[in-house]
């Protein structure tokens, strides 16, 4: 309904009424296919006219206190600075807005796919926001320029007036399907209704509410016979606060809709984890301990020793303890001491990882309500705050953190070792800063060359309870050798330290830093065999 032609309307007469007389000091881009217009009032100095161009989603609105970002913006029709606004006016029929200036025309045009924005001058040499072909922009030149442009409410109804027949009027483009759905819900004369209507929308309070039926946000005058209100609907009298309101809500209830979806895929996913590692432990729980089996067999074995020599795979003993034969099963390559030691051994492995299985089981049982009550919760809520105190509880990491750590891991050369060890190498001084103190993680190792230049290295350490083999450090310091000075040496020290004892400070030149704590491996400069480049 927002973008409804007569809509439009109103919105031209309401800037107009607060731009005439003011200048747009700067036009700039800071999103893709949105323009801001800083136009500075007298007690808000950081007032902006913001036009949309996206094909789906066309608009004009205000922003009351904006500040243009300090990088990645692009300026507009540079060579007409401080442009003082005559008139807002809107072509008759059409949703082309036009702003007159002291040095020429700004005019948006919002058609799907061709929305773009004008500025031509006093002497009628035309520039476009967004690019567009010679011919095109020949066609919507001429086209723009013929139009009849107004700010007054008769000359809208007098547009209509022009089309009598009703059938006609239905398949007016400025009329719109929504408007022709109130008509026919009046049920009464279309001529009057439709004049009704749209007087409606060009004075009436706009309500904004979250439609549940329809699960989106409403816009639209109050007056509306065809929409129910809902308690908690706001109303506007002026149409920029509307639609501000109206992108606000759009905007947070998209962002429940992601977060929900992301957090109920989440839980699933935990609730499939902890159900079959809690399957797995149970089945070892159930099954009982060895423990007094083993050491029973090392009992025996003991009271027998005399008859265990090397060689022997097994051994038939009388059993003192129950009665009858044991058959113990014995290692032909161990003495007998050592089979004895053998089986006292797995006695107590298996007294050891019997409690830690029931410890595990207790604690995969606790995770498992405590997801099953985050998930009622979950159920219950609607609310982002809400949503936002799950996802924390739940220790999820954002998909924008995803994002980010995989466009940063784009940056740096990759490699996985043993298919399980992530390594990644800095391409130049810049890099290698980014790198060792932007990428790198405090319990990371770090990997230089010693005494030469050479490329950052950075092996991922995923699990800060594992220990790294030292085979993997070994080949990790070979490829900081081989991206240094020294690649061409038979042998190269390489310095290696966990990330947190790097620093860097502002007294350091690019790719510098100091390392409080190492030690050094002496290894052949290249890449290992089973070192494998990662394509991202």
């Not at 323009?35 to 922003?63: C, G, R």
């Not at 300090?70 to 807002?88: A, D, G, L, M, Q």
């Not at 399907?177 to 009057?192: A, P, V």
């Not at 109050?222 to 109303?235: A, D, M």
Request: glycine share 4%; net charge positive.
């Amino acid at each position: 309904m927002y973008k409804n032609y007569f809509y439009l309307f109103r919105c031209v007469r309401e800037l107009e009424s607060v731009l005439k007389g003011y200048r747009i000091v700067d036009i700039y881009t800071q999103e893709k296919n949105k323009l801001f217009f800083h136009i500075p009032l007298p007690e808000k100095p950081d007032y902006h006219l913001i036009v949309s161009t996206n094909p789906h989603n066309p608009f004009v609105t205000i922003k009351e206190d904006h500040r243009k970002a300090k990088k990645n913006t692009i300026n507009f029709f540079t060579e007409y600075p401080s442009s003082k606004i005559i008139s807002v006016k809107i072509a008759v029929g059409d949703r082309i807005i036009r702003f007159e200036l002291d040095t020429g025309m700004i005019t948006v045009i919002f058609r799907g796919g061709r929305s773009n924005v004008f500025f031509s001058d006093t002497i009628n040499q035309d520039s476009t926001f967004k690019k567009i072909s010679a011919g095109v922009s020949e066609d919507l030149a001429g086209e723009i320029k013929n139009c009849k442009y107004t700010s007054s409410v008769e000359d809208v109804f007098g547009f209509i007036a022009v089309n009598s027949d009703e059938k006609i009027l239905r398949k007016l483009p400025s009329i719109g399907k929504e408007l022709i759905k109130e008509i026919d819900f009046r049920g009464g004369n279309f001529r009057n209704d439709l004049e009704s209507v749209i007087m409606e929308i060009l004075t009436d309070n706009i309500s904004v509410y979250f439609n549940e039926d329809l699960g989106k946000p409403a816009f639209h005058p109050v007056s509306f016979r065809s929409f129910k209100l809902p308690e908690e609907s706001l109303t506007f009298d002026n149409y920029i606060d509307a639609i501000n309101k109206y992108f606000s809500l759009t905007y947070s209830k998209s962002s429940v809709k992601e977060l929900k979806k992301e957090i109920d895929k989440f839980i699933a996913k935990e609730l499939e984890s902890i159900s079959n590692k809690l399957n797995n432990v149970k089945i070892r729980v159930n099954a009982g301990t060895k423990e007094a089996v083993y050491r029973h067999y090392g009992d025996l074995l003991l009271a027998n020793i005399n008859s265990i020599h090397r060689g022997l795979k097994g051994i038939d003993l009388d059993d003192y303890k129950y009665g009858g034969k044991l058959n113990i099963v014995l290692d032909e390559k161990l003495s007998p001491n050592q089979n004895v030691d053998k089986y006292y051994d797995k006695s107590r492995a298996e007294k050891i990882e019997f409690k830690r299985s029931q410890e595990l089981l207790t604690a995969n049982e606790n995770a498992f309500d405590r997801l099953i009550k985050i998930r009622e919760k979950f159920e219950r809520t609607e609310e982002q705050t809400e949503l936002l105190q799950i996802k924390k509880e739940l220790k999820m990491t954002s998909k924008q953190s995803q994002q980010d750590d995989k466009k940063d891991k784009l940056m740096f050369r990759h490699f996985m070792i043993e298919n399980k060890y992530h390594i990644f190498v800095g391409k130049d001084g810049r890099n290698n800063d980014l790198l060792t103190t932007k990428f790198a993680k405090q319990n990371d190792f770090w990997f230089h060359a010693r005494s030469v230049s050479g490329s950052h290295v950075v092996l991922r350490v995923e699990n800060t309870k594992e220990v790294i083999p030292k085979n993997i450090l070994m080949k990790t310091a070979s490829v900081a050798a081989f991206y240094s000075k020294a690649k061409t040496s038979k042998l190269v020290p390489v310095t290696y330290t966990l990330k947190k004892y790097v620093n860097k400070n502002a007294r350091h030149e690019v790719g510098q830093v100091t390392v409080t704590k190492e030690n050094v491996l002496l290894v052949k400069p290249e890449i290992p065999k089973d070192c494998e480049a990662v394509l991202e």
